[in-house]
């Protein structure tokens, strides 16, 4: 299993960002998907999930409303919108199937600042 995260950066309070995850070595399309989210000193949080064929969502409250997760399974690729970006949301951000497996990538950094 490999999990190849990117997209982060440094963006300002309100700004937007896409997340990329490009995935091998598994059945991609036969796979819900997630995004997790890990700030510094504080526990890896869900963000977001997303299943197989149906590409049903569900989100952490504190990112409903802004974050969009969504796939393609032609391109074993799951994607994070971030919309209206907080400080708060600043952190590395993973991908991984779900329920999560053991199998981490490097993550990409998330930084909301002015």
């Known amino acids: 299993v490999q999990l190849v995260e990117s997209g982060g950066g440094l963006v300002q309070p309100g700004g937007s960002l896409r997340l990329s995850c490009a995935a091998s070595g598994f059945s991609f399309s036969r796979s819900a998907m997630s995004w997790y989210r890990q700030a510094p000193e504080k526990e890896r949080e869900l963000v977001a999930t997303?299943?197989?064929?149906?590409?049903?969502?569900n989100y952490a409250d504190s990112v409903k409303g802004r974050f969009t997760i969504s796939r393609d399974n032609a391109k074993n690729t799951v994607y994070l919108q971030m919309n209206s970006l907080k400080p708060d949301d600043t952190a590395a951000y993973y991908c991984?199937?779900?329920?999560?497996?053991?199998?981490w990538g490097q993550g990409t950094q998330v930084t909301v600042s002015s």
């Open positions: 997303i299943t197989s064929h149906e590409g049903n969502t």
């Open positions: 991984n199937l779900y329920p999560v497996t053991g199998y």
